[in-house]
T-cell receptor, first 112, second 112 residues
Framework: DGGITQSPKYLFRKEGQNVTLSCEQNLNHDAMYWYRQDPGQGLRLIYYSQIVNDFQKGDIAEGYSVSREKKESFPLTVTSAQKNPTAFYLC???????????FGPGTRLTVT | SQQGEEDPQALSIQEGENATMNCSYKTSINNLQWYRQNSGRGLVHLILIRSNEREKHSGRLRVTLDTSKKSSSLLITASRAADTASYFCATPRGGGSEKLVFGKGTKLTVNP
């Protein structure tokens, strides 16, 4: 089955630790995105990548980092510099020049 | 930056009734999309309507777009308990970008 997978579904970390969220897609999509969703809120764009080895900051990139070494993979690292990291993180992908996005199931990160 | 804003924020109806959600946006767009999110899950693309279309149907979904009023509506007919979810509108950021701007969503509850 084609789709996007995110792991793990739930993640718990202590404050001050970096944590990496996984996102893998087998849809052969060029573009990939990371969003953050807080309770009762819409999605805010963290980072996006339109091609391998290239990525751009979104609206709330501070405290986050990404890499795009393979077309299929777009991991997100939440660093200790992110002041309020507890949130629901969603990864998405889209075909080149297509605006319809396909989403993964999300990772709920809790930092205490 | 928020572009689309859904209205109402929450909607509770009985099974079999119709549900109407509205989305307003600020700048010119070439298309508008609606997504659905079940609680704690990723988003699922429902329908895309282009700026030269006024109405589009998909099963029990009917979407309208009024570019003069910068607004769209999503109608779900003969609702079912399984339609309970949050519904988001999304618009491209412009310039042919694949990036989307999401509203805060309408939380729909369909009571059996």
């Amino acid at each position: 089955d084609g789709g996007i997978t995110q792991s793990p579904k739930y993640l718990f970390r202590k404050e001050g630790q970096n944590v990496t969220l996984s996102c893998e897609q087998n849809l052969n999509h060029d573009a990939m995105y990371w969003y953050r969703q807080d309770p009762g809120q819409g999605l805010r764009l963290i980072y996006y990548s339109q091609i391998v080895n290239d990525f751009q900051k979104g609206d709330i990139a501070e405290g986050y980092s990404v890499s795009r070494e393979k077309k299929e993979s777009f991991p997100l690292t939440v660093t200790s510099a992110q002041k309020n990291p507890t949130a629901f993180y969603l990864c998405a992908s889209s075909k080149d020049r297509s605006v319809e996005q396909y989403f993964g199931p999300g990772t709920r990160l809790t930092v205490t | 930056s928020q572009q689309g804003e859904e209205d109402p924020q929450a909607l509770s109806i009985q099974e079999g009734e119709n549900a109407t959600m509205n989305c307003s946006y600020k700048t010119s767009i070439n298309n508008l999309q609606w997504y659905r999110q079940n609680s704690g899950r990723g988003l699922v693309h429902l329908i895309l309507i282009r700026s030269n279309e006024r109405e589009k149907h998909s099963g029990r979904l009917r979407v309208t777009l009024d570019t003069s009023k910068k607004s769209s509506s999503l109608l779900i007919t003969a609702s079912r308990a399984a339609d309970t979810a949050s519904y988001f509108c999304a618009t491209p950021r412009g310039g042919g970008s694949e990036k989307l701007v999401f509203g805060k969503g309408t939380k729909l509850t369909v009571n059996p």
